[in-house]
């Protein structure tokens, strides 16, 4: 095989008088070579394909068919060792290539949109973020995200927190009740340990009780989502990847207040005010639509509480939850009954409600109620504290009141001493 610049060369040089030989020296070539192509001119080389060469697996391209033709799902593993024990010598990617070509393909099936009726659903989940706050450089703090996600609007609510456990589950979907003016008849939930207590491999699903009851109460139904189908739930998990890209990243916060604060601001200003990329209508205004449809809200909230029994410390304080709160300075029992609601901290000494708090958010932080604490009596405190000092003085620093006369004697004996002496 020889170049284009090659084949000229040839040429040139036979115009030039040289001789097949001088030539084929001249360039390193084949006699024979330089004689053909001087005799076809100046013409491009064709090449033909290449004879195939004979596959290894060729001769079992037969048994590959009628075993896959009889089980479509066998292995290549599985065809591999059925191969080897009929004398196949080849490798296991000569098999997995030709069942490429074997195996009938399947078209994967359009994926239909879920669309809900007004009022009909919401979606809830939870999304671990990592900040740094103002109010604490340098350290890195673990938050969650819990966004509620109407499914006929795709309105938007979500709050920050500290923790994912129960209470905190509860508290926000109050408030998003609140916020949004009622609840969906469904709200579809990922398999969270605070939602669905167990699963059975028929597909029954045990749902955590206080969960239950605070559902009987608003009058929605629970429903765990399919496992390992995201895109059951995909109406809320995009927004988490939206929140975080559209409003998280770049921005700071002082604390978690402030962060919330912000995030309400663009929820109300960017994200629900937006023409919806799949719905194509501005998500207020389709929420406005739907909220005739949601249920309305009980007449009480919720009250449901979660007792447990604490000790006060020395302090005048009961941990629950990882934080302190106060009970009075009257409190005589060392030993008293924590109540636990989604908003509040109930604390009760033999059965009369002593102490009421909102729930502190995160850990390690203190709340003593106004009115626990005695005020301090500056002044008796100080007369208590501060006595009037009493002198201290060695002996003879403290000399007895006598006559003048008395002074007389004494002086009179000693100048006596004096003489006799």
């Not at 290549?76 to 990617?93: I, S, V």
């Not at 501005?282 to 447990?308: D, G, I, T």
């Not at 009257?330 to 033999?350: G, K, P, S, W, Y």
Request: aromatic share 8%; net charge positive; hydrophobic share 40%.
């Amino acid at each position: 095989m020889i170049k284009l610049g090659e084949l000229v060369m040839i040429l040139d040089l036979h115009r030039q008088g040289l001789s097949v030989s001088a030539i084929a020296r001249q360039l390193g070539l084949d006699r024979k070579t330089v004689r053909k192509h001087i005799e076809r001119g100046l013409v491009a080389p064709a090449y033909g394909p290449r004879a195939p060469r004979p596959q290894v697996i060729a001769p079992f391209l037969g048994y590959l068919r009628e075993r896959v033709a009889a089980y479509p799902d066998l292995s290549g593993r599985r065809l591999l060792r059925e191969l080897k024990e009929r004398g196949y010598g080849g490798g296991y990617t000569a098999v997995t290539d030709a069942l490429r070509e074997i195996r009938p393909t399947i078209p994967a099936p359009f994926e239909v949109r879920f669309e809900t009726p007004a009022g009909e659903q919401a979606q809830v989940d939870f999304a671990q973020f990592q900040v740094v706050f103002q109010a604490e450089p340098g350290v890195v703090r673990i938050v969650w995200l819990f966004s509620l996600v109407l499914g006929h609007s795709r309105l938007i609510f979500a709050r920050f927190v500290l923790r994912q456990d129960l209470q905190t589950l509860l508290r926000c979907h109050a408030a998003a009740f609140e916020a949004i003016g009622g609840s969906p008849r469904e709200i579809l939930y990922d398999r969270m340990k605070t939602a669905v207590t167990s699963a059975g491999e028929d597909g029954h699903i045990v749902y955590n009780r206080s969960l239950v009851d605070f559902a009987r109460h608003y009058g929605f139904q629970p429903k765990a989502c399919r496992p390992y189908r995201a895109k059951t739930k995909g109406k809320v998990e995009r927004p988490f990847r939206y929140i975080r890209a559209d409003f998280f990243m770049a921005r700071t916060f002082r604390d978690l207040d402030d962060m919330n604060l912000q995030l309400r601001h663009w929820l109300d200003t960017v994200a629900n005010a937006r023409v919806h990329a799949t719905t194509q209508r501005v998500v207020h205004e389709a929420f406005a639509e739907e909220k005739p449809s949601l249920l309305p809200l009980p007449l009480v909230p919720y009250r449901s509480a979660l007792k447990l029994e604490r000790r006060v410390s020395h302090e005048g304080m009961v941990s629950v939850g990882g934080n302190l709160y106060s009970v009075p300075d009257t409190t005589r029992r060392r030993a008293v009954e924590v109540q636990i609601f989604a908003d509040e901290i109930r604390i009760l000494e033999d059965g009369r409600t002593i102490a009421v708090h909102p729930v502190l958010e995160g850990r390690n932080q203190r709340r003593v109620a106004p009115g626990h604490r005695k005020p301090i009596d500056r002044t008796s405190q100080s007369s208590f504290l501060d006595p009037e000092p009493i002198p201290i003085a060695t002996t003879g620093a403290v000399v007895a009141r006598r006559s003048l006369d008395f002074y007389a004697a004494v002086a009179n004996r000693l100048a006596g001493d004096g003489r006799a002496s």
